[in-house]
T-cell receptor, first 111, second 113 residues
């Protein structure tokens, strides 16, 4: 039962901003939006997460709509090393709930 | 220093054998996990341990048995290996309050022949 919907693939030119959308129209009030990525043959890597407010860290920005039904992960200046599968996950922030990965978006950054 | 380390990185074994994969984390996290990534690249939670206690146990054959001797280790033992067990297995760790996200290991590629 997919709780998030992401496009299967996207392209982005190196140096440009990559904007990865995610729909989570059935998100509950106590569920956070998490973003992870998996570079080929590596373990997933945590990027960012948020509840209601927009968030920014050294890797990316997370924009969550006011109704919380969708969000966008922004990589401000994509590099070739950002080529990866990006996963948007909604989850209650409690150890009794696991991170459940969907199919994600395969982002290809081109020179 | 690797934060979450798994051994071995590659494991090739015959059907019917018993094997173990080890995981250690040096982050001081109190929760550890095992995930399985199959050939279609779906990542699925298998187990979760919090302070050495099992808190998540998804529908996994009982041939898979996790063992947590202490907070820093979560090993995965697999009995009577089957062809369908071939996959990449990832260990991860986090704090109970996961505001800082999970940290994953680099994976163990298990091939059953």
């Amino acid at each position: 039962d997919a709780k998030t919907t992401q496009p299967p693939s996207m392209d982005c030119a190196e140096g440009r901003a990559a904007n990865l959308p995610c729909n989570h129209s059935t998100i509950s009030g106590n569920e956070y939006v998490y973003w992870y990525r998996q570079i080929h043959s590596q373990g997933p890597q945590y990027i960012i997460h948020g509840l209601k407010n927009n968030e920014t860290n050294e890797m990316a920005s997370l924009i969550i709509t006011e109704d919380r039904k969708s969000s966008t992960l922004i990589l401000p200046h994509a590099t070739l090393r950002d080529t990866a599968v990006y996963y948007c996950i909604v989850r209650v922030d409690d150890s009794g709930y696991a991170l459940n990965f969907g199919k994600g978006t395969s982002l290809l950054v081109t020179p | 220093d690797t934060a979450v380390s798994q051994t071995p990185k590659y494991l090739v074994t015959q059907m019917g054998n018993d094997k173990s994969i080890k995981c250690e984390q040096n982050l001081g996290h109190d929760t550890m996990y095992w995930y399985k990534q199959d050939s279609k690249k779906f990542l699925k939670i298998m187990f979760s341990y919090n302070n050495k206690e099992l808190i998540i146990n998804e529908t996994v054959p009982n041939r898979f048995s996790p063992k947590s001797p202490d907070k820093a280790h979560l090993n995965l033992h697999i009995n009577s290996l089957e062809l369908g067990d071939s996959a990449v297995y990832f260990c991860a760790s986090s704090w109970t309050e996961t505001n800082y996200g999970y940290t994953f290991g680099s994976g163990t590629r298990l091939t059953v022949v």
